[in-house]
């Protein structure tokens, strides 16, 4: 034990922080194997479902992560306990909007998306309040870059989704959805570890100023909006491909959208350190764009490997990740790895202007999301279509971002 606490003690924080990341995706990825193979493509289809809802509500709820980790920063003493008291209280109500709308339309999603039953949607709902709380208290540990708390709270909430929706799957006999469900919302409860709150920060009344809380709104819609378009780009496929498609494809598919989006999962984590790092040092009067630089080199190297291991080895990886049932994707894995890469390092400098409060990637992100929506509506004939057209959208907006990029460098250099 000693010698774990010396080696841990020397571990910069960042560097401890990118562990639990990479181990928390490995957890996540495995969790969606077993769930893979314990339910067959035409139940995992279902499952993948709920995955997607939870990556749509991972997105929705980092607007109100990157608020907190942004003003951390910026803010100090009356000013940061009254941001903390506006947070908390925007995203419970927004959670709560957010659960009473869900629970309300459980039934038309049934029909939307084919399910056996609305349960799973209702027990979704009644956890999304609990996402919204753990957010903020994750920007608070991210601004103050409290790596070990905030890695902590990642792991307590994968472990315990995992472990937890296994162990319902095995022993309750009940529908595999509804179960998935369940466990992925108690898994929020014990995604509130650790944590410091105190219900002074609702009830007290430390009040903002107009200035800083048009500020804090501001960044607060725009970054909303960001988070939309991440919605629509990393998710409408699955959703779109659920609904065109019967369970058994939509299955096939799910697992196809898994593993070629492990550069997506891995670029997230670095996207945890460029903001608190770009914030200071803006702050701070030094440059920004090393940063962004280093960043994007990471995550490009990365895809390359990833890519090109889907390329020359694709029926090898699907099988052992998903078994037998799932090889017919092996054609598409690569491509399915190209447009999600794409897109991850799009991501990277779409959330380094997010961080300098400048709108236009937004707009770019918005612009691209939708189109791939309308192109996949009309072109959905076969899985390889959908794929194509991913890639299409992603190419014109990583050019549409580096074009952007060194514009703003021009526009910098020259004033």
């Known amino acids: 034990m000693t010698a774990i606490r010396v080696v841990l003690h020397k571990i910069s924080p960042e560097k401890l922080f990118m562990g639990s990341v990479l181990?928390?995706?490995?957890?996540?990825?495995?969790?969606?194997?077993?769930?893979?193979?314990?339910?067959?493509?035409?139940?995992y289809s279902e499952a993948a479902l709920l995955i997607t809802l939870l990556l749509v509500l991972s997105f929705l709820g980092m607007t109100f992560q990157l608020a907190t980790a942004k003003f951390a920063i910026l803010f100090n003493n009356d000013d940061w306990v009254a941001l903390k008291q506006l947070l908390y209280k925007y995203a419970l109500g927004f959670g709560t909007l957010i659960g009473i709308l869900l629970f309300t339309f459980a039934g038309s999603l049934q029909e939307l998306f084919h399910t056996e039953s609305s349960l799973l949607f209702k027990t979704f709902a009644v956890s999304v309040p609990l996402y919204f709380f753990m957010s903020v208290n994750r920007g608070r540990y991210q601004g103050k870059q409290d790596y070990q708390k905030l890695s902590l709270t990642y792991q307590t909430e994968m472990w315990s989704r995992l472990l937890i929706t296994l162990?319902?799957?095995?022993?309750?006999?009940?529908?595999?959805?509804?179960?998935?469900?369940?466990?992925?919302?108690?898994?929020?409860?014990f995604g509130l570890i650790p944590t410091d709150f105190n219900i002074k920060s609702i009830i007290q009344t430390v009040t903002l100023s107009k200035e800083n809380k048009r500020k804090v709104i501001s960044f607060i819609v725009l970054t909303a909006c960001y988070e939309l378009t991440q919605i629509i780009i990393n998710n409408s496929d699955i959703l779109l491909v659920k609904h065109y498609f019967d369970t058994l494809n939509a299955g096939l598919y799910s697992s196809l959208a898994m593993i070629g989006r492990v550069v997506y999962f891995v670029a997230w984590m670095f996207v945890m350190l460029l903001l608190p790092t770009v914030v200071q040092k803006q702050k701070d009067g030094e440059a920004t764009a090393p940063i962004l630089i280093k960043y994007v080199s990471y995550v490009g190297v990365l895809a390359i490997v990833i890519i090109f291991c889907c390329a020359v080895f694709p029926k090898l990886i699907i099988q052992l990740m998903f078994g037998e049932a799932y090889i017919s994707m092996a054609p598409l894995l690569w491509q399915y790895a190209l447009a999600t890469s794409l897109f991850a390092i799009s991501n990277i400098f779409a959330y380094y202007f997010l961080s300098l409060d400048k709108y236009i990637p937004v707009i770019l992100s918005g612009v691209l999301g939708i189109s791939q929506i309308v192109m996949i509506v009309f072109f959905h004939s076969t899985l390889y279509m959908v794929v194509q057209v991913q890639i299409i959208a992603m190419v014109t907006l990583l050019v549409a971002q580096l074009l952007y990029f060194a514009h703003n460098n021009i526009l910098n250099k020259t004033s």
């Open 23 to 43: 181990l928390v995706n490995g957890g996540n990825y495995l969790y969606n194997l077993i769930l893979g193979r314990l339910l067959g493509p035409a139940a």
């Open 167 to 189: 162990g319902l799957l095995w022993l309750v006999p009940f529908e595999p959805a509804f179960l998935v469900a369940l466990g992925i919302g108690l898994s929020f409860v």
